[in-house]
Nanobody, 123 residues
């Protein structure tokens, strides 16, 4: 089992950058694919980015590709999401998630979720 705690959310203006971090407990972090998802008010939770257990393969939603970068450090048990050129439509609660033995954009693969961190982008 793994516990996830996100940090780094906040209120920024359009065009600004923000970095989210997720700290994971447990000694088998490298066995988990990691992902970031987000949920805006009145909308379903959607995939943002994912990184393979090896840290060498990543995947992004079309809406964030080229602006967001996901990375992980298997020695520190952390996964980060660097968000650049933020837009008002990026406003949402962002969730870190872990999938044992899997990874990618399918939300159902992820059994473990953090509590979420709010990102608000003003125009």
């Amino acid at each position: 089992q793994v516990q996830l705690v996100e940090s780094g959310g906040g209120l920024v203006q359009a065009g600004d950058s923000l970095r989210l971090s997720c700290a994971a407990s447990g000694r088998t972090f490298s066995s988990y694919g990691m992902g970031w998802f987000r949920q805006a008010p009145g909308k379903e939770r959607e995939f943002v980015a994912a990184v393979h257990m090896s840290a060498s393969i990543t995947s992004y939603a079309d809406s964030v590709r080229g602006r967001f970068t996901i990375s992980r450090d298997n020695n520190k048990n952390t996964v980060d999401l660097q968000m650049n050129s933020l837009k008002p439509e990026d406003t949402a609660v962002y969730y870190c998630a872990a999938a044992r033995g899997g990874w990618g954009g399918n939300r159902s693969q992820y059994a473990y979720w953090g509590q979420g961190t709010q990102v608000t982008v003003s125009s």
